[in-house]
Nanobody
Framework: QVQLVESGGGLVQAGGSLRLSCAAS????????MGWYRQAPGKQRELVAT???????NYADSVKGRFTISRDNAKNTVYLQMNSLKPEDTGVYSC?????????WGQGTQVTVSS
């Protein structure tokens, strides 16, 4: 059984910063790609950023230059540093981890950016 637990969401003013964390626990041999996705009210879930086990990253165009994804393989944890936040970044942020061929998801953490 694998669990992903996110933390770090909250309310912030436009231009501010937040750091999200997602820790995986349970019976884990090796985690492949990890990532962050978000879903705004009334919209479909979208990719924010992903990172491979070796550290290669991929970002949505809307967050490039503002967000940074990183991971600590020893702690089975992925992070998302979000700077220069905008109201359109508001949504539920969920982390994802691929272990063997299975996708695992966290429960999500709310990020609200006020204008």
């Amino acid at each position: 059984q694998v669990q992903l637990v996110e933390s770090g969401g909250g309310l912030v003013q436009a231009g501010g910063s937040l750091r999200l964390s997602c820790a995986a626990s349970g019976t884990i041999f090796s985690i492949g790609s990890m990532g962050w996705y978000r879903q705004a009210p009334g919209k479909q879930r979208e990719l924010v950023a992903t990172i491979t086990r070796s550290g290669s990253t991929n970002y949505a165009d809307s967050v490039k230059g503002r967000f940074t994804i990183s991971r600590d393989n020893a702690k089975n944890t992925v992070y998302l540093q979000m700077n220069s936040l905008k109201p359109e970044d508001t949504g539920v942020y969920s982390c994802n981890a691929i272990i063997l061929v299975t996708n695992y998801w966290g429960q999500g953490t709310q990020v609200t950016v006020s204008s």
